[in-house]
C-alpha cells in the first residue's frame, strides 16, 4: 500500500501550495486593515495610532544618521519627540479650508516589508501623497518605518534632520549637507547664514544671500528646494518664476516636485506643463489614482478628447471615486456626448446619492445645457 502513503504526501504538499497564498492574502488583509485604521485615525483628527505606529528609537536613528546637529537640539528634540513628530507631519500639508483626509489607495505586504500608498486630499483640487515604508514588529505588529512625501519633495526622517541642522546650524554641519565638498570657509559662512534665514523664515535676508552665491551652490538641492520655499513665502512672483526655472532644469522629472510644479502652473494657466507633470508624480508613486487622472481631465477641458480619455481612465482606475464621475459628466457634457453624459449621471445619483434633476444641473453653469437635451430628458423619463 505504498502508492497510498504517496498519494497522501502528494496530496498534503498540494493543500500546503493551495493554502500558502491564500494565507497570505489573508495575512495582508489583516495588515492593511491594520495600516487603514491608522490612516482613519487621522481622519478623526487623532495622531495616537499613527505615533505609536512609528518605533520611537528607530526613528530618532534615522534622523539623527550621518548629520551632525547641535547636542542641545537633539536632547531638545527627543524630550518633545511626540509633540514634534506631529507638528512636523502636520505642517507638511498644503493649506485648505476643509479638513484634509486621507484615503489608502496602494497597500502591498510580501514577508516583513511593506508599502502603502496614501493620498491625502484638501480643498480646492490639492492633494499630498505619501509613500510609506512599512514593516512588521517581533509580535507581528505593522510598523511605519520611514514615508516619502511628495507634497514637501522628501523623506521624512531626511528632511527632520536638515531642519534640526539648520535649528542651530554649524560650518562642519552645514558643509556636510552640501554634495560639493571643496567650499572654502567664506562659502560656508554664508551657506550657515542662508540657513539661518530658512530656519526664521526670513525671505528677504534669504535673497540677500542668495544672490551672492555661486551657480554651482546654486544648484544644491537643499538650496534649490530652499529657494522655492522661500520664493512662495515672500509671495514673489520673479522670484517662483526663477525657483521654478531652477527646479525644472536641476532636476528634470524628479517626481517628488511634481505636486508644487503642478501647483505653479496652474496658478500661471500653464495647464499642458501642469499634465505632464502629474504624469511624472504618477511614474514616481507608481501607481495611476482617480484623483489625478480626474484633475488631468479638469486641465484637459480645452481638448474635449484628452479631457474624456482622463476621466475615462479616473473611473476605471478608481470607480469607487466620486470625483471621477463628475469629470466623465462635465468632460461629456463639454464634448456634446449628452448620451455618454447619462452615464455619469446615473452613476452619481446611483452611487453617491445626488439628484440631478433640471433645476440642479440649471445652477451649474458648465452643466445646464444638459437640462433641455433630448438624450437627458429620455433618461430622466426612464428613471421616473
Avoid at 524630550?79 to 512636523?88: A, D, F, G, V
Avoid at 514637501?152 to 526622517?157: A, D, N, Y
Amino acid at each position: 500500500m505504498r502508492w497510498v502513503s504517496t498519494l497522501a504526501a502528494a496530496a498534503a504538499f498540494i493543500v500546503i501550495l493551495w493554502s500558502a497564498p491564500a494565507s497570505a492574502d489573508v495575512e495582508t488583509d489583516k495588515l492593511r486593515a491594520e495600516f487603514e485604521g491608522i490612516v482613519q485615525g487621522l481622519n478623526e483628527d487623532s495622531f495616537e495610532k499613527f505615533r505609536r505606529a512609528i518605533v520611537q528609537k528607530d526613528m530618532l536613528a534615522r534622523i539623527f544618521a550621518d548629520q551632525l546637529i547641535n547636542t542641545e537640539v537633539k536632547k531638545s528634540f527627543t524630550s518633545s519627540y511626540s509633540r514634534s513628530l506631529e507638528q512636523m507631519f502636520v505642517s507638511s500639508f498644503p493649506k485648505s479650508k476643509k479638513e484634509i483626509l486621507g484615503t489608502v489607495i496602494d497597500f502591498q505586504f510580501q514577508g516583513n516589508e511593506g508599502r502603502a500608498v496614501v493620498r491625502y486630499a484638501a480643498s480646492g483640487y490639492r492633494y499630498s501623497y505619501h509613500v510609506y515604508e512599512l514593516g512588521r514588529d517581533s509580535k507581528g505588529r505593522l510598523v511605519i518605518r520611514d514615508w516619502i512625501d511628495y507634497y514637501q519633495g522628501g523623506r521624512f526622517s531626511d528632511d527632520a534632520g536638515e531642519a534640526l541642522v539648520m535649528a542651530m546650524p554649524s560650518r562642519p554641519a552645514s558643509r556636510k549637507m552640501l554634495m560639493n565638498k571643496n567650499l572654502s570657509d567664506g562659502d560656508v559662512f554664508q551657506i550657515v547664514e542662508l540657513f539661518k534665514a530658512v530656519r526664521d523664515s526670513k525671505p528677504v535676508r534669504f535673497f540677500q544671500i542668495y544672490d551672492e552665491l555661486d551657480q554651482a551652490l546654486l544648484e544644491e538641492k537643499v538650496i534649490v528646494r530652499a529657494s522655492f520655499a522661500l520664493a512662495l513665502i515672500a509671495r514673489d512672483k520673479a522670484r517662483i518664476r526663477n525657483a521654478v526655472r531652477m527646479l525644472v532644469e536641476t532636476y528634470p522629472n524628479d517626481p517628488l516636485y511634481s505636486l508644487r510644479l503642478v501647483e505653479y502652473y496652474i496658478s500661471t494657466r500653464q495647464y499642458q506643463e501642469a499634465i505632464d507633470a502629474l504624469v511624472v508624480l504618477q511614474d514616481g508613486i507608481g501607481i495611476k489614482d482617480g484623483a489625478t487622472e480626474s484633475l488631468k481631465a479638469a486641465l484637459a477641458m480645452g481638448n474635449t478628447g484628452d479631457a474624456e480619455q482622463f476621466a475615462v481612465q479616473a473611473t476605471v482606475v478608481e470607480p469607487s471615486l466620486e470625483l471621477g464621475w463628475w469629470s466623465l459628466l462635465r468632460a461629456r457634457t463639454r464634448d456634446g456626448n449628452y448620451s455618454g453624459a447619462t452615464e455619469a449621471l446615473a452613476r452619481l445619483e446611483d452611487d453617491f446619492g445626488h439628484t440631478l434633476d433640471p433645476e440642479t444641473l440649471g445652477r451649474d453653469r458648465f452643466l445646464k445645457v444638459l437640462a433641455d437635451k433630448q438624450e437627458y430628458l429620455d433618461w430622466r423619463a426612464s428613471g421616473e
